[in-house]
């Protein structure tokens, strides 16, 4: 969405008012009615990757380096594969010798602009620098330097703290993701300050449930310490899951967050899973009693939020650290994550037969798989109550993305099994832009069907509010 | 297709004479003209579930609710995926205590239309509602009462009862799905009174053909009772599946009609196929060699083809009842059919390689599988004689699926190597709505096609009968 | 691209100025803009399949029916797959009767003109025919002897020899496919007739990699013979391979060619490569360690394009000879070829891991199975520096096809992580219909980018001629 007229800090540089609407005149006519209906509507954000402490600090943003190209994969991997190190953009390892100067990393940035041509980040950057920021020019070489005077100085003002932000960006509801082992301190915090049920966590316990991962087995301390249940047996190991779920419902969580690398939720019989935990303690599981942990304790939490509620959420399918060696020198998540073929259909029957028709349950599946849309996802989400199609993903969120997705589901699963958009955003400043792509993308759709009379314009327009707005709501638990 | 306005019922609600055509205006004009080519060509309708004792009996259809809920499994599913208890919509078990009035199931129907917008289904009930039945106003809580009446009124006149419709629907061809026990009672019946060589039995021996549904063993002695063949051992069994081929073929049938899990056709050897046979007649078969079977047999399928000329009909990569809790709470084919990835090019090899180029025979494939449409299917038919790819089946029977699927297969198998359009209908009602749904959207591809200057617009006009009448007649032996 | 009006030879029949661009009037326009940007720019053609002892022999081309017709496998599997036999087009075997009129042939061909509607195979005959050979009127029974006579009269012209049409055509360089044990003598005698750098060869060692094929022995026999170098051993082989790549380095290639069942990379330890290697010797492969064995040599001749830079072209996923009785009877290559789904994340991720950054590494990735584009290729090209994804291949290389490939790939990897076109033409004729077809495309896509604004038109221009002409070249090493 757009930041009103009056709000907008003054640059020269102006965006269509019409970007990522069909070009077709009479489409594109429709498009604008159907946009104009949500592009003002308050923003859910219920899958965001905000830091808490951030946050709760709301100190002034650094630098546009440490801000914009540091931290975000898309930029960083881009830059990467057209052979720019990763130490001239300031990543590496702790201790590694990368570029310090954020005046340097933002210029190596605006000076490969071109490479974003045809991009989502190309869209997001430029919706942040004109509409947030109000810059005067693209980046580019020659710019750079202005653009990383400008930007500073907006984020030294304090309309630019992150809290300002939340108003500014019109964030109704703001989710960060928190390991399930966190204290939740600063969401405490933001609470004693106003913000409860507007800024909160969710509960991810990735880290405790894939057994191989290095450092389980003190995670798996840190939980117990966290949950004051110990955790040297199974039973101890649920029961203490089973209480930071309550935690997290307590400040205001409303759902729970799921990276697997397959979508499998086969269930153990006890004996099985007890075995299998028990060798983990003691250091000896396989990868395939691994496996079939994860795929186990997906279903347990399940189970368990047909107890508390919290919405599971789950985005399956894909490959951490393709490369070993990236990893090794510049750490996790910067652009090696790599998609695989993930199946569905078997997959998520053991879960959907529990608990599909459950009345508590909430299960909101992600993929970075297309090929899955109408073949597996769109005719399970449409028989199963409990199952709603996350917004495309990751690499998906993107203009042709989104309308491939609704091109492929809305015809078997409608639209009202999907969960409307759900942003997975790293950047902060990036939120209002998704939110607007959306807004902007699922108008075209929308004016597509009105256009070939297959909808009527008053059913769009609802429908529109319905997808940017009403089914994010909707696909979690109401406050409580 | 669309009725003559003088026979139309009269009804206010109108539908837009261009709907499903592309929203372009250059491309819609040639589109119009494309579709006027083919709106008023009659329906082949080969591969249909239409139940031939309701054609032989010919009495006036029950209500709205028993003919158009009740038992169609995407309006059920798409209900019950947003919280409708399948109780509500008189679907349960026999004996079950489910909603008896018909008139408050058709209003919990109505009160949920929002659901169907963007699906098919919403364009197949609003063709139905207009064009066949001409009620008054879309379904709504409001208008369910008086479409109910409306609808009733219309169902009770002769000219609605099933064999006035097929002439109504000016249905050159009917062709129903038959188990291959079946007596073909009703259509010894329908011939006597003339409807033979136009409605027509298909061989349907699906129940035979997988060892390890529950009730083979009766299947196969039903068999034996039909074809007058002992099945106490494997050859006598191939042997009575002849034979009731013949009777098909005897009486009128044009295609044998497959449902598999996967589209495996590899042979066993005979020493395999008995022992196998031998094994399940006395209960004891493997998973693992019952799909062996099954393979084996559709291998046996096809060379019969070659023997007595009908179509061999492979629909595969459905995983049937899904939930099985909701199977045993409402029976089967209720919606929790879901699909799964198929591979088409090893499984098809044996066929290919054995009869892919024989004159008399005919395999028409479908699939629920969109990725391998380019990969594997138009390359698979662009090069063997005996392959023709089937309309987009099921979920993909839509809009935007069938407009992928022409996008995706022409490139490589051109036009004539597709079956044109074959309905998979359970609703007689609606066989026109998807014929005309099927002539409108072709008629936008062709004419994208024409409007870019790769194909010149006598040469769609001609493809387009050739996909709506033609090519479905071509795909099945001609009458004997 | 189009041939200037003055050099084009006059026939009554004419293409319009604007196929294959968008249909709607304001994305046309644009894209006739963008068009206009490359149209005319030379062709780099460096995948190629014309024979190089035909340009060195520079001898006219032979009739119409053994130029363009017997040894198309387009052609020829589209009229198969309507039932005209292989016979009646020439094709067979040495030594089997078959059609040996090529009158007779080619009108075969022209009476069935119609199949090919709606693909690219129609699209490039009529370029050829109109644009290249300036014919009177389409193919049809009608003019087939016209057409006949027409073309054989500009073929048996100096303008239409082999070495004419390369400046006819404007390719700046043509790349042959030559296989490890070619003499390269064709290459020699052109290069000291002033052709070397411009037309050069590309190193194929695919028979020399999979174990199992028939006479793999004999080719290893021939490559020690070339090489000069004993390959009675694992290390001579190796050897004698780099030999053989420095042979084709000095003879101008910049690439090698690689066809695979799959992507697979994973090397061996080189105790298990000798043990396979000397078992292959004694004709004692398993399957299973052929297949481990070629995956093996990619790997290696990735590390061996680090040391002497020749690019790596991989096009996996095909499953040659589908129908074995075909091949038999008709030989390899002539349409029984079918793709697989293919796997890259884990199958590239050796070579990756250990390559993907290096400097002097370029790795070209072809495919025909589109599952892979968003999935699995662009999240790989879009980080790794050394990967490159090739043109749409093969079915894919058609209107829709790279379209979808560009909608796929470009938001994720954006434009200057592929290859730009790549043509894999077997056909020397349709070079320029090929290459005037992709940038058409492109240009179409492009032109919706800046109809959305999404993309400046003077960015769209300079990316347009860098899909064209700039990135083929990038992709391969520069001329040493």
Not at 47 to 70: I, K, M, R, S, T
Not at 139 to 160: G, K, M, N, Y
Not at 246 to 258: K, P, W, Y
Not at 300 to 322: F, I, K, N, Y
Request: hydrophobic share 40%; charged share 25%.
């Amino acid at each position: 969405m757009t930041t009103p007229d009056s709000a907008r800090p003054a640059g020269a540089w102006r965006l269509h008012p019409d970007r990522a609407l069909p070009a077709e005149p009479g489409t594109r006519e429709i498009a604008r009615v159907i946009y104009g209906a949500t592009r003002d509507l308050p923003v859910v954000s219920m899958h965001g990757h905000v830091d808490a402490a951030v946050l709760a600090a709301d100190e002034p943003f650094p630098d546009p380096a440490q801000l914009f190209v540091v931290p975000d994969h898309y930029l960083v991997r881009m830059l990467v594969s057209q052979g720019v190190p990763h130490r001239d953009l300031g990543v590496g390892r702790d201790g590694a010798a990368v570029e310090a100067d954020p005046r340097a990393i933002w210029r190596t940035f605006c000076a490969h602009w071109h490479l974003f041509r045809g991009t989502p980040t190309r869209y997001w950057t430029e919706h942040v620098l004109v509409e947030e920021l109000g810059v005067s020019a693209p980046p580019s070489a020659q710019t750079a330097d202005l653009l990383f005077d400008e930007i500073s100085e907006r984020l030294a003002t304090p309309e630019f703290r992150p809290l300002a932000l939340v108003e500014r960006f019109r964030l109704e509801i703001l989710a960060t993701t928190d390991p399930a082992t966190a204290t939740l301190a600063d969401h405490t915090a933001l609470a004693g300050r106003g913000w409860g049920g507007r800024i909160i966590p969710t509960f991810r316990p990735d880290a405790l449930l894939h057994l191989h991962r290095p450092g389980w087995a003190d995670d798996v301390g840190l939980l117990a310490e966290r949950a004051d249940v110990a955790t040297d047996s199974y039973d101890g190991y649920l029961e203490a899951l089973r209480s930071r779920r309550r935690a997290f419902v307590a400040a205001g969580a409303r759902a729970s967050d799921h990276g697997h690398l397959r979508a499998d939720t086969t269930p153990l019989d006890d004996t099985d899973a007890r075995r299998i935990y028990d060798d983990a303690r003691r250091g000896a599981t396989s990868p395939a009693a691994a496996d079939a942990f994860s795929a186990h304790m997906l279903f347990e939490m399940a189970r368990m939020s047909t107890e508390d509620g919290l919405t599971l959420q789950l985005h399956p399918g894909v490959l951490r650290d393709h490369s070993a060696r990236a990893a090794a020198r510049t750490g996790h998540d910067i652009g090696y994550d790599i998609p695989v073929a993930t199946e569905f259909t078997r997959a998520l029957r053991p879960v959907l037969e529990a608990f599909g028709d459950h009345p508590g349950f909430r299960l909101v599946v992600f993929t970075v798989d297309e090929t899955a849309y109408s073949r597996e996802l769109a005719p399970l989400a449409g028989v199963y109550p409990a199952l709603r199609l996350g917004a495309p993903w990751w690499f998906l969120d993107s203009p042709d993305g989104m309308r491939r997705f609704r091109e492929a589901v809305t015809e078997t699963a409608g639209f009202f099994n999907t969960s409307g958009f759900v942003d997975d955003t790293r950047g902060f400043f990036s939120i209002p832009a998704r939110h607007d792509l959306a807004r902007r993308v699922d108008a075209g759709f929308l004016a597509r069907l009105v256009a070939e009379h297959r909808l009527e314009l008053d059913e769009a327009l609802t429908t529109a509010v319905d997808l940017a707005y009403e089914l994010p709501k909707a696909a979690y638990p109401p406050v409580r």
